[in-house]
């Protein structure tokens, strides 16, 4: 009973460690042969030097987010026909065209909330008659008029996220829709 456990326990030592199989040596030769050649295979994707979205690349990533149903987008990307680095490289440009698309709508809002909020306390500056708390409205509202131009100083954004994000903003239904 002990040699039949002594052999199960050396039988599958041996199967483990590839007894009978290619030396290791021969299995690491194989593998970077593999990896070689694959990185001689040229990359099917170049993205564009200007590095701007277009209609078809967001109808591209529209067509795999709807395939997409469960898979990984490499997976979906595979399965509609389109280069998984292609589609990897558009959604990286359609989500930085998303985050200055948002960037611009919150700080249109917050101009929008500095607006108001100094129109109130020019509203209760007229009211005020101490002037104690005439002065202390009054600096409030000289604040928050500096934080307000700050505001609208416009931001230097590179000329293809600026192209993008307005690309993105007028198809956002359809990229944001249910895949």
């Known amino acids: 009973m002990r040699k039949i456990g002594l052999?199960?326990?050396?039988?599958?030592?041996?199967?483990a460690a590839g007894c009978g199989r290619d030396a290791p040596a021969d299995r690491l030769a194989r593998a970077a042969a593999s990896s070689t050649a694959r990185l001689a295979l040229p990359a099917a994707f170049r993205p564009p030097a200007d590095g701007t979205l277009t209609g078809a690349q967001i109808d591209l990533y529209v067509k795999v987010r709807r395939a997409a149903k469960g898979r990984t987008d490499a997976e979906a990307s595979r399965a509609v026909g389109v280069d998984p680095d292609e589609f990897t490289w558009v959604r990286s440009r359609i989500v930085e065209g998303m985050l200055e698309a948002d960037r611009r709508r919150v700080r249109a809002a917050s101009e929008a909330v500095y607006g108001k909020t100094i129109a109130?306390?020019?509203?209760?500056?007229?009211?005020v008659r101490d002037p104690a708390t005439a002065?202390?409205?009054?600096?409030?509202?000289?604040?928050?008029?500096?934080?307000?131009?700050?505001?609208?100083?416009?931001?230097?954004?590179?000329?293809?996220?600026a192209a993008n994000a307005r690309l993105v903003a007028a198809r956002r239904g359809e990229i944001d829709g249910p895949p």
Do not use: H, N
């Open 7 to 15: 052999v199960l326990v050396v039988g599958t030592a041996c199967a």
């Open 120 to 127: 109130s306390l020019r509203e209760t500056r007229r009211a």
């Open 135 to 161: 002065r202390a409205v009054d600096e409030q509202i000289a604040g928050l008029e500096r934080e307000r131009i700050a505001l609208r100083r416009p931001e230097a954004v590179p000329p293809a996220l």
